[in-house]
């Protein structure tokens, strides 16, 4: 009954180092996303994807990429961090119909120092 | 494009106070979608309801009430008789057939006060 799990919770970095964080869902959804969250922005799509082996391009995109090799997962990578990328990221997934809700993770909190 | 607009960004009410949050959304779609979450001082995204675009009618749930309005675009929630728990920001959402991914207002953070 875990739903949507993203490792890490928190995170420091230092400006230029690289990571990766982690979304597993266990409700066999097709969709997948990850957001970030800034202060008095409410969330803002990153990236996305449809299914298996398709990543799309979100609102924000630039400084991170994705990939989901298997169904259940979907990673969020930075490359070279900067401190533009201290937020919270949620990562969420939903079915194929629209009208049915996405469930998130619980957030991870990043800080690029 | 779509865009949603949540205007009110902080409210403050004393406890039993009704309250409502507004929303207005811009979409070209004629099928779209419309969502409300809660997050809580915990920080997760919580689930509240969802509306499609063919449906105006209101909805009730306890305490918790949603007014669709196609002709104004917006879908406002009203807290009944509101609660220290209801304190939290709420957000709301839309997406449309093509798009799939939710498209989030800026969120309205809502203290209740005892």
């Known amino acids: 009954n875990a739903g949507v799990t993203q490792t890490p919770k928190f995170r420091v970095l230092k400006t230029g180092q690289s990571m990766t964080l982690l979304c597993a869902q266990d409700m066999n959804h097709e969709y997948m996303y990850w957001y970030r969250q800034d202060p008095g922005m409410g969330l803002r799509l990153i990236h996305y994807s449809v299914g298996e082996g398709t990543t799309a391009k979100g609102e924000v995109p630039d400084g991170y990429n994705v990939s989901r090799l298997k169904k259940q997962n979907f990673l969020l990578g930075l490359e070279s961090a900067a401190p533009s990328q201290t937020s919270v990221y949620f990562c969420?997934?939903?079915?194929?119909?629209?009208?049915?809700?996405?469930?998130f993770g619980q957030g991870t909190r990043l800080t690029v120092v | 494009a779509q865009k949603v607009t949540q205007a009110q960004t902080e409210i403050s009410v004393v406890e039993k106070e009704d309250v409502t949050l507004d929303c207005v959304y811009e979409t070209r779609d004629t099928t779209y979608y419309l969502f409300w979450y809660k997050q809580p001082p915990s920080g997760e995204l919580v689930f509240l309801i969802r509306r499609n675009s063919f449906d105006e009618q209101n909805e009730i749930s306890g305490r918790y009430s949603w007014n669709f309005q196609k002709s104004t675009s917006s879908f406002n929630f009203t807290i009944t008789a509101s609660q220290v728990v209801d304190s939290a920001v709420y957000f709301c959402a839309l997406t449309d057939t093509g798009r799939r991914a939710l498209t989030f207002g800026s969120g309205t953070r809502l203290q209740v006060q005892p």
């Open positions: 969420a997934s939903s079915t194929s119909h629209p009208n049915t809700e996405a469930f």
